[in-house]
C-alpha cells in the first residue's frame, strides 16, 4: 500500500496522456519513525538508538524557493493532494504536519561555523581543526567552490558529513556512540547494499557521510557527486536567520474524516489493485494552504517578499508514519485580490467580507466538480491519440 507505485489514473482519472508519455505519479515519500535516532543526535540517552522519550521526536526537510518574491509572482495557496497515511488501521493517532516559508537557518549542526565538505583537509589529518560548540570540526577557510578538489584519497578523506568526521573520528569524539558502527548516524548507504523492505533499504540513502565514492559500480553507488554543505540554496554564504511564516496542520484519523476541515477541499476514494494481487480501498485528500493566514510568524517577518526556503516539520507522532505527496505544489493566481474595502470608510479595518479565489476542475476534482451545461473539454489529437484539455472554474 505504501511501497507501491501510483498511477495518475489513480488521482486524476480524467487526464488524459499523450502517446509515451509516463503513467506514474513520482510522489513524494516520507517514512517517518519517531523512535529512531537520527543523524548527528549525540544526545547520550540515545546511544542504543533508540529514542525513549518519544513526545519530544521531530523529522523534518528544507529546500530552497526559486522564485522568492511571492507578492510580485502573486503566490497565494500552498495545496497538495496526500494520501491518507492511517489505511492499515493500527493504533495511529496522528500528529502535527507543518510546513515554514520564509528565511530558515541552514546551520545543520548549530554552532554558527558553516561546514563544506571540500574545505575539510585532504589527507584527513583534522588535528589541527579546533572543535565547535557540538564538537565538531569545519574548515577554517572561506568557501570559494563547492566541488572535492581532487580524485582519491582527498575525496574520501572529504566526504565524511557535516560533522567533519569519519567513523573512527566519529568514536573518539562521541565515546557514549562508539560501539556503533556509525556512530553519528550520517552514513550512506546504497538502496542495493541493505537488505529487507524498500524502506530498510533506502533508510541510509540521504546519508552524508560516504555519499560520493570515486568509483561507482551498478550495484554500489553514491546520490551526489557535490560535497555536502551548510548552505541548502549553495549561494555561498550559511544563512543563520530564522523568520518565517508558519502552517501548522493536524493529521490524524479525526481531522481527516473532518468534513469541516477548513484545509480539505476535496477527498478521493478508490479501490485500487495492488501488486500483490489484492484490491484496496485508498483515500486521498486534497489540501489547500492560503498563504496569507499562517498559524503563527515566527522571527520578525512581515511579508512575502523574500521567501528562500520552505520546510516541513512532523511532530506529536508516535507510531511509524508514512506520507505519500502526489502533489505539493505553490500555486499562484492571474487574479490579484484587491485587499481592501470598495466602501468610503477611511479605516477599513471592520470590514467582514470573505474573498478568495480557487481553482476546481474536472482533471484534478472530477468527484465533486460539474462542468457548465453546454461546455465541451476542447480536444487536442496529438499522434493519433485525442487529448481532452482541462476544464475548469
Ligand atoms: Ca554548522
Ligand atoms: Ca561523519
Ligand atoms: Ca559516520
Ligand atoms: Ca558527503
Do not use: C, H
Not at 552514513?187 to 557521510?209: A, H, P, V, W
Amino acid at each position: 500500500m505504501y511501497s507501491r507505485r501510483i498511477f495518475i489514473d489513480e488521482i486524476f482519472p480524467q487526464i488524459d496522456l499523450v502517446q509515451g508519455q509516463t503513467t506514474v505519479i513520482n510522489s513524494l515519500d516520507l517514512n517517518y519513525y519517531p523512535n529512531l535516532r537520527g543523524p548527528y543526535n549525540m544526545d547520550p540517552s540515545v546511544s542504543d538508538g533508540i529514542i525513549d522519550n518519544i513526545n519530544d521526536s521531530w523529522a523534518g526537510i528544507t529546500r530552497l524557493i526559486n522564485t522568492t518574491d511571492f507578492e510580485q509572482s502573486n503566490v497565494e495557496y500552498l495545496e497538495f493532494w496526500l494520501m491518507d497515511p492511517f489505511l492499515e488501521g493500527n493504533q495511529n493517532s496522528g500528529g502535527k504536519l507543518t510546513f515554514n516559508l520564509g528565511n530558515i537557518s541552514e546551520d545543520i549542526i548549530k554552532d554558527g561555523r558553516k561546514q563544506y565538505e571540500n574545505g575539510l583537509p585532504e589527507d584527513g589529518d583534522i588535528s589541527l581543526l579546533p572543535t565547535t560548540s557540538w564538537g565538531t570540526v569545519v574548515p577554517q577557510n572561506q568557501s570559494l567552490v563547492y566541488a572535492f578538489s581532487s580524485v582519491g584519497d582527498a575525496r574520501i578523506n572529504q566526504d565524511v558529513g557535516i560533522d567533519g568526521y569519519d567513523d573512527n573520528e566519529e568514536a573518539a569524539v562521541f565515546s557514549a556512540f562508539a560501539d556503533l558502527s556509525d556512530p553519528a548516524n550520517d552514513n550512506y548507504n546504497y538502496f542495493l547494499n541493505k537488505t529487507g523492505s524498500i524502506f530498510e533499504r533506502y533508510m541510509d540513502y540521504n546519508g552524508l557521510d560516504g555519499n560520493s565514492p570515486e568509483t561507482i559500480s551498478n550495484t554500489d553507488r553514491g546520490s551526489s557527486t557535490f560535497p555536502d554543505v551548510e548552505d541548502i540554496n549553495r549561494d555561498n554564504t550559511m544563512n543563520t536567520i530564522d523568520s518565517y511564516f508558519e502552517y501548522e496542520l493536524e493529521i490524524s484519523p479525526n481531522s481527516l474524516s473532518n468534513l469541516n476541515n477548513p484545509y480539505i477541499i476535496d477527498r478521493k476514494e478508490k479501490n485500487v489493485n495492488l501488486p500483490n494481487g489484492t484490491s484496496e480501498l485508498v483515500r486521498w485528500y486534497q489540501f489547500r494552504i492560503p498563504i496569507n493566514e499562517p498559524t503563527s510568524s515566527i522571527g520578525g517577518i512581515s511579508d512575502f517578499r523574500s521567501i528562500r526556503f520552505m520546510r516541513m516539520y512532523l511532530t506529536e507522532f508516535t507510531q511509524n508514519t508514512i506520507f505519500r505527496f502526489g502533489t505539493l505544489e505553490l500555486v499562484r493566481s492571474d487574479w490579484r485580490k484587491y485587499q481592501l474595502s470598495l466602501d468610503e470608510e477611511i479605516d477599513n479595518n471592520n470590514d467582514t467580507t470573505d474573498f478568495s479565489v480557487g481553482i476546481i476542475g474536472i482533471q484534478e476534482n472530477e468527484e465533486s466538480y460539474v462542468s457548465p451545461p453546454g461546455v465541451e473539454r476542447e480536444q487536442f489529437n496529438n499522434n493519433n491519440t485525442i487529448v481532452r484539455q482541462n476544464e475548469q472554474s
